[in-house]
């Protein structure tokens, strides 16, 4: 559905959302509740991004997008920054083959300037192995902040303007997400967030204009498909008006 029919009609929700978006929240606390570092909880954190995945076509999610790291989590300690940016150069590695196999599309969103090297031309290269898929279709938030991609966006489209290739008359609310990280994606339906924190924290601020929230106290190590399940059924029973009124 696209945004300006999101804002005039509404959309039948008891199928399920088609795309959900997760801010996968308490990998630290989980870890220290377990009296080990975080970046324990951070590895049983990747690990349940591969049974979400795995549960989504069974479900009806055609999209998932998870929040793996943001523009502001480079505030925390060198040493947890560094083991993250480990991880994340270790799962691609190791589930890229798996990814493949399943039909699972990746794709990467956020500002890839302060990444390192090595990690942005894995990022590249599961992009491309994994383009022809269509199954499952994965987007990792990664040195993401929603601020952020509005203000990049804004940049290229005033680039635009000035070149002539586009008249500010043409400017309207379907223009700017054509120059988003997420151009290539369908707004989320759901926006799940987990460890019983009550924010959106900068994550898709454009694109969840019209999305569901739904904020659980599950820390995210601790998300089973199960308890995936039990959202996702929870998002059928509500009224999604978009702003109309059923008459």
């Known amino acids: 559905m696209s945004r300006t029919g999101a804002a005039n009609m509404a959309k039948d929700s008891s199928v399920g959302p088609n795309h959900v978006a997760i801010i996968m929240d308490g990998n630290g606390r989980w870890a220290q509740m377990r009296n080990r570092p975080r970046l324990f909880g951070h590895h049983a954190g990747a690990r349940r991004v591969r049974e979400i995945v795995e549960a ?3 479900e ?5 997008t998870v929040f ?14 560094a083991g993250l940016m480990k991880l994340f150069r270790r799962y691609i590695q190791r589930e890229a083959r798996d990814l493949l196999a399943n039909g699972v599309r990746v ?8 990444l390192d090297d090595k990690l942005v031309r894995l990022m590249d290269e599961l992009e491309l192995l994994t383009s022809q898929n269509d199954r499952v279709h994965l987007t990792v938030a990664l040195n993401y902040g929603g601020r952020d991609e509005v203000t990049r966006a804004a940049r290229r489209l005033a680039l635009d303007v000035a070149a ?3 008249m ?5 609310d379907e223009t700017l997400p054509k120059y988003l990280d997420t151009c290539f994606l369908p707004d989320p339906d759901l926006v799940i967030r987990t460890s019983g924190e009550a924010r959106i924290s900068n994550f898709l601020l454009w694109q969840s204009a019209y999305a569901e929230y739904e904020f659980i106290d599950t820390l995210w190590p601790d998300f089973t498909p199960e308890v995936f399940a039990k959202v996702l ?3 059928k029973a509500r009224d999604r008006r ?6």
């Open 168 to 172: 500010p008359a043409d400017v309207g």
């Open 164 to 166: 002539g290739k586009l």
């Open 60 to 64: 009806g999610v055609k999209y998932l």
């Open 68 to 81: 793996a790291f943001s523009t502001e989590n480079w505030k925390r300690t060198q040493t947890e920054v």
């Open 107 to 114: 794709r990467f969103i956020g500002d890839r300037v302060r």
């Open 233 to 235: 059924t929870g998002f």
């Open 242 to 247: 978009f702003g109309a009124v059923k008459v």
């Open 56 to 58: 989504c076509p069974a």
